[in-house]
């Protein structure tokens, strides 16, 4: 059983939180805390080995926590996501196959795309696929159908896995904290559009991936993840996109893997991650 | 304030402890902890903002734990070391370069040398230099011998900087959980002499180093930190020996922030790392 | 078009080399090369521009080399491979996602396995699947029933994604060079069986993949590539099973690349690797 | 020997040049080779076992070359160097003590720092140190001193370690590629000042450093050689300053590795490097 909180820090929240704990006779076998001083917030992880009534711990924990103290207890242990595509197969490939195998940590519900592309793969894996394009229409139009289908599975996650088009304001307001994307490159470096090619030109000798929460600013959501991966002088842009694949497909597998495990606090623009 | 505590793992261990910080009203600003399921085995380590009467602070701390459990609070801020070379002067030199800018988190006592290559740097920084020789004496005269300089400055840790003769169980015993080492390979592969060489005729692809205590048996101590990194086809035995010696330095370099930053936990053959 | 050349080193073989490309106009893109001093050995990667007559190009390069040389030219464009398994998916489905997108640079031909578990990945991507059971008879005649279902499909590799079963040395003999195999660990630590095991046991704070080529020694053949990854005190044996996966995977996937795209040189008991 | 050549690419250049080796029987140890196709560049670097009459292979090689060919052979094994600092030891320290060594690759002839804090390390050492103030004087007059203590010694580069002046278009100019910086961020994450702050406010998971070459563009020069590492939300801007220096030391030292063993060829704002 996981156990996550975060609220304003005072004294005494660790000992209030476990005599909670102590009193069901509840074995913690791992915890991570956390005190952002600058914020003034604190995060706590408990991973509890004895299953609990959730209800009655939330109850308990709620009267000697400050208000507005954000708890979750036993989260589901199968989140549901939806995925977002366009036409690059890497990152969707990677869910899909531990899906099946049964080691995503989520059930993935279906998959849209702007492009039909990734269809063929989906059915492979007997994953519902809905094509949506954005022609010929306007973004509002498109976003709102993307909505419509994301909606008839309720996932508690929608994973932008290589999704090339910019999502609305709107958009991201439907799924406040649900939208986790990988961008291609080491952000902030290369913001925006062609970061292989920008990073071509600048003669750079690392290029990374981020993955992130999705916020309104472009590329600007709180970072779950990154990594970087050396190249050279040989490289040319082609091959900087390549290799950018790889690691963008290990970094979004790794924030999955963090996220889906309850271990990522988000709060302002920052995350608390307890690995 | 730092406390570390290890015991016998049972329920209710971190409300009791975090209760008594909890009654002096101290704030946790960092909080580690681990159960070793295995050994049944728990550990946790506390930074706190404010300090306190540690005395009185241990004898409560007592009160509410298991019996034989080790309560270390307040570790001197400043440790004292010892520091043992033959020639090479790689690790030394990043030992006596932090020390003397007030970096090093330890306090560097002596060095004692088998060989008189590295008296100059040590005078240099104004560090006392004692050549003990291992020649024409048996290994208990040239051990004692250094035993003896140790003991004049009574240091909290040994630290084995490139220390290229084996010590004998005897020596070891003098220093239980003292004597931290710095191993020329990543552990367990290429126990013992010239891992470069055998590493360069295995064509291996990564080389490593390994920092760890010194225990009875060669090379078999508890793992503190080891990092590995990429060589290919074009280094000599020579040029891997070279790109070692990098490892080699930064290794025990991020050992002795983590033990001086009273950050490690031993218990059996295995460490438990609160980075 | 790709030029390797490995033979005994002289003085003059690049000039030698490089003159029979410039008579015939050939521009040279890329060009790696090697001389091992303690084999005297030679060994040189070009990457030519414009295709030419191979055989013709042999002949003159022929003339001007040293009996003995090794030299291939234009070497298959799509390598053909079998891959062996047993129970384990996640480098088998890696190469089967590749394959279907077109990017292995190989084209998988069949997949063997000594369990069904496996069958039903290779259906949904129309890779045909062979169950060779090594139940209830001698190690000869399974081994012959593996080579039999090989020979059908001339592969000009075989690869062994996660096969758990020794391979004789009549087997390998079947194979020369053709073997390539992941190991689930940095070698040389841990050689044989249940590594991460004995990593757990050990307390080591990094492990390691290794890809090679096959030679009669268990783990003992020319290293193609190997990674590693920290670990740390919170990883139980199966955590670190859990995490060797990926780094199996993605060393594997490497190492294949390499492969494929002609940059390993095999001599004796190491590769010299052009990347 | 290392004989350096860039130039334009046409077919037969490695003929043509290899071709004028074997004519005096020089062996090549090793050779790296590349050909910029955007910019039709081709670069080569060869190490040659023999000695041989410099000026006699250049005029042979200038024959066979096209025109505005940049040549050098056999550059001087051990370049000079001068190092300008502010208060930060820890590039400056790690430069000292290779230079103390005899393991540079280039000797250290003075030092210029615009504070006084780094005086002492120098003085143990052995190097002359100019205390030359930026305060209450123009920055053309500030620079000026510096170049005049800089002619002084003729340095072959002069290395930035730490120092926190921006220089002027005109001090640039006076040292033509001479100038390596080595800057506290993964470029061109955070351009300018206070990096690691931007990084801590931003919630990145890595920080990184860059070694490159100065020009007239702030932070805008060839990149030499970058590396990131990891960090995480426990790490105040502090924290990250600190783990910076780390990886600054490594990165410069890198770099000067790479330069001082004439690896680096320069062309517009990229590099080539044959490591």
Redesign the interface.
């Given at each position: 059983m996981i156990i996550i909180i975060q609220c304003p820090?005072q004294?005494?929240?660790?000992?209030?939180i476990?005599?909670v704990?102590?009193k069901h006779?509840?074995?913690?076998?791992?915890?991570g805390?956390?005190?952002?001083?600058d914020e003034n917030r604190f995060y706590i992880r408990l991973n509890v080995e004895q299953p609990a009534d959730a209800l009655l711990l939330e109850q308990e924990l709620k009267n000697v926590l400050p208000d507005n103290s954000l708890i979750t207890i036993n989260p589901l242990p199968q989140k549901k996501i939806a995925v977002l595509v366009t036409k690059e197969?890497h990152c969707l490939?990677?869910i899909l196959?531990r899906n099946?195998?049964g080691t995503l940590g989520a059930s993935v519900q279906c998959v849209i795309g702007n492009h039909a592309t990734l269809q063929d793969?989906c059915a492979?894996?007997d994953i519902p696929f809905y094509l949506v394009s954005h022609e010929q229409k306007t973004k509002a139009v498109f976003e709102n159908e993307i909505i419509e289908k994301i909606h008839q599975y309720q996932p508690d996650y929608v994973v932008l896995a290589k999704f090339m088009r910019i999502l609305s304001p709107d958009f991201v307001a439907h799924f406040k904290m649900q939208l986790i994307n990988i961008h291609h490159s080491?952000?902030?470096?290369?913001v925006g559009a062609n970061p292989y090619r920008q990073a071509y030109h600048?003669?750079?000798?690392?290029i990374?991936a981020t993955a992130h929460f999705v916020t309104n600013e472009l590329d600007e959501g709180?970072?779950?993840?990154?990594?970087?991966i050396h190249v050279?002088?040989?490289y040319?842009a082609d091959d900087m996109i390549k290799a950018g694949k790889?690691i963008e497909t290990?970094v979004l597998?790794k924030a999955l893997e963090l996220v889906f495990d309850d271990r990522i606090f988000v709060y302002k623009?920052?995350?608390?991650?307890f690995?």
């Open positions: 820090d004294v005494g929240l660790v000992a209030a476990t005599a704990l102590a006779q509840l074995n913690i076998i791992s915890l805390e956390h005190v952002d001083k197969y490939a990677d196959v099946y195998f793969i492979r894996f080491f952000l902030p470096a290369f600048r003669g750079v000798k690392l990374g709180p970072i779950i993840t990154q990594q970087t050279n002088h040989t040319s790889e290990a597998a623009n920052k995350t608390v991650v690995e």
